[in-house]
């Protein structure tokens, strides 16, 4: 056996015992990694979902503001009907 041969069947030994030592730890805490990734993943979409209601809430009350200003300017509802209406809706929240 040449010495270039031995030193690559060493260095080829060498790196299958890297690679199963990071397997074995990869092994030992591949549930823990699954488990913070599932949980990380849902608190993201949580996050997303809350932030994407809170928008459409907003911008809904502030279609209603719009449309009871349409109503008072064509003379349909008084100002304080507007008024009363646009305080229930904070009432409820």
Do not use: C, H
């Not at 699954?34 to 809170?54: C, M, N, P, Q, S």
């Amino acid at each position: 056996m040449s010495p270039t041969l031995a030193s690559m069947t060493l260095s080829q030994t060498l790196a299958q015992e890297d690679a199963s030592a990071i397997i074995t730890a990869l092994g030992d805490n591949l549930v823990v990694a699954i488990v913070f990734g599932v949980g990380g993943l849902v608190a993201v979409i949580a996050i997303l979902f809350g932030t994407l209601t809170g928008f459409a809430g907003t911008k809904e009350r502030e279609k209603t503001k719009r449309e009871l200003a349409a109503y008072v300017a064509e003379g349909s509802m008084t100002p304080s009907d507007a008024e009363r209406i646009l305080r229930a809706d904070k009432e409820i929240e």
